[in-house]
Nanobody, 121 residues
Framework: QVQLVESGGGLVQAGGSLRLSCAAS????????MAWYSQAPGAQRELVAG???????NYADSVKGRFTISRNNAANTVYLQMNTLKPEDTAVYYC???????????????WGQGTQVTVSS
């Protein structure tokens, strides 16, 4: 069994910062791509930022220059540093990871339970 557990969400004023963390645990051989998604009320879940095992990153246009994704491969953890937050960033944030669970390459995509980020104006 594999679990992704997020932490770090909360309520912050516009212009403030938050740091989200997501730790993977369980039967893990290695982890490929990791990512953060957001889902606002009534909207579809969308990609915020992604990072490969080697550290290559990509971002949604709306967060470029404000958010930074990083990871610690030894700790099976991915982070999202969120700066200069705006009310429109308000959403539930989910982490996502492609996890290889056996030495012969069995892999599945896992999701965390989500953490609420609320930005007040």
């Amino acid at each position: 069994q594999v679990q992704l557990v997020e932490s770090g969400g909360g309520l912050v004023q516009a212009g403030g910062s938050l740091r989200l963390s997501c730790a993977a645990s369980g039967s893990i051989f290695s982890i490929n791509d990791m990512a953060w998604y957001s889902q606002a009320p009534g909207a579809q879940r969308e990609l915020v930022a992604g990072i490969t095992r080697g550290g290559r990153t990509n971002y949604a246009d709306s967060v470029k220059g404000r958010f930074t994704i990083s990871r610690n491969n030894a700790a099976n953890t991915v982070y999202l540093q969120m700066n200069t937050l705006k009310p429109e960033d308000t959403a539930v944030y989910y982490c996502n990871a492609e996890i290889i669970t056996t030495p012969w390459g069995s892999k599945l995509v896992y999701w965390g339970q989500g953490t609420q980020v609320t930005v007040s104006s």
